[in-house]
């Protein structure tokens, strides 16, 4: 038998795909019911197994990456990877919807005012944590006057950036074991306020936490938007802050935990890889029984971004961490937790499926009678906040539960 080809073979002969990955796939559509684009228009192209099989028709030459109902299929893909959760053959489909989405974006790169968006926010303000900290504060300014509301709905942010948040600096502890608190870059500038009860979450629970500055985005929207190269090079900065340091890395991002968790996989480097292992998200580090927590007398619904489960795997524990305080009663969207639609930059690109998916997840959100949602990523909260939900992050349920213990209120 023919050995496969190697990465630089298939360059050269202009395969985009591995192939004992495609050949995974048995089509057998257990994954159909989990994919969000598919519930939403039944459409094959528009799940698991249409896009796999409109990649082998890339492979074979019948069809092109570039053809127009072949971006349709992949660019629809909200890249929430449920379907790896419950397939049976293990097929890898984030490996293969971010190769197609590089390949894409190599031949034909985004024009126009879609192309001067990709470049600005890709290259000067996600990167570049001084440019992100003006935008940021620019926007808090523009949400406090009002002049948000001239911006078009779907680039309209409901979340509210805080000003006084930005100007704050952002302090670690100094006793108990190291621990390292991942900044990143949207969820430094717009919810500061969750890093800060991170932080005090760990120390209460008996860690010393540094919050160092300088560590730069970890590169998941580039890599979901098919700029790998540029995520690359973002992840391998992370990697290089964090190799000559010890104890856990702290991630409260669902998604960024999910990319530098992967950051080994991606980088190929046994250095990455020894980073990635120490990578956790609250829930895996941090033990209840070790706080001294308040009543909070709350009735929340609780939404697990599809990063943290899907990719991260993190099963109950975020949920279980949340169920710990005392007088906070939990309740579940009856949807089978779909993809709220979210995606990184996906609503905003795809508000044609954006949209629609973030109404349904209301919808089920609404069923529970629930005002307040809890959700770990910044891109889930800012979704359901566009529906009208107050959003808070598991980590600030607990650092509300230990003020309230302390007689300090717990709505902090």
């Known amino acids: 038998m023919a050995a496969e080809p190697q990465p630089q073979q298939q360059r050269a002969t202009g395969r985009v795909f591995e192939p004992s990955q495609l050949a995974q796939c048995v089509q057998c559509g257990l994954c159909l019911s989990s994919c969000p684009t598919y519930e939403l228009t039944h459409l094959e192209e528009h799940g698991p197994r249409g896009r796999i099989m409109a990649m082998r028709l890339t492979e074979s030459g019948e069809l092109s990456l570039t053809d127009p109902d072949v971006r349709e299929s992949l660019e629809t893909c909200v890249q929430c990877r449920a379907c790896e959760y419950v397939c049976p053959s293990l097929v890898e489909f984030g490996d293969l919807i971010e190769t197609a989405r590089t390949a894409i974006t190599r031949r034909e790169p985004p024009t126009g005012l879609r192309g001067l968006a990709h470049a600005v926010g890709f290259r000067l ?17 523009a949400q406090r006057l009002g002049l948000d509301r001239l911006a078009p709905a ?33 969820m430094d500038a717009w ?18 936490v540094s919050a160092e500055p300088g560590v730069p985005c970890c590169g998941a929207l580039h890599l979901h938007a098919g700029r790998e190269e540029e995520a690359k090079a973002l992840a391998a900065r992370v990697v290089r802050h964090y190799r000559d340091t010890s104890g856990p890395i702290v991630v409260n991002s669902g998604g960024c935990g999910a990319m530098l968790k992967e950051a080994g996989h991606l980088l190929d480097t046994d250095e990455a890889r020894a980073v990635s292992a120490r990578v956790v998200d609250p829930s895996e580090i941090v033990d209840p029984a070790r706080l001294d927590l308040g009543d909070l007398g709350e009735r929340m619904a609780f939404q697990a971004p599809c990063h943290s489960r899907n990719v991260q795997r993190l099963g109950d524990r975020p949920r279980d961490l949340v169920a710990s305080v005392p007088g906070v009663e939990l309740a579940e969207p009856d949807d089978g937790q779909l993809c709220c639609g979210s995606g990184g930059i996906f609503s905003v690109e795809r508000p044609d499926f954006g949209r629609p998916l973030g109404e349904k997840k209301a919808a089920a959100i609404r069923r529970t009678g629930c005002e307040q949602v809890v959700s770990g990523n910044p891109g889930c909260a800012m979704q359901l906040e566009q529906q009208g939900f107050e959003v808070v992050h598991p980590v600030t349920v607990l650092a509300r539960s230990l003020r309230a213990r302390r007689g300090g209120g717990g709505a902090g």
């Open 154 to 186: 779907q680039l309209r942010p409901a979340h509210r950036v805080s000003l006084a948040e930005l100007r704050r600096p952002l302090r670690g502890t100094r006793d108990g074991e190291p621990a390292h608190l991942f900044r990143g870059c949207v």
């Open 191 to 208: 919810f500061r306020d969750v890093h800060r009860d991170t932080a005090e979450v760990l120390d209460a629970a008996g860690y010393a």
């Open 125 to 141: 303000v996600l990167p570049r944590r001084a440019v992100l900290r003006v935008l940021s504060a620019l926007l808090a300014v």
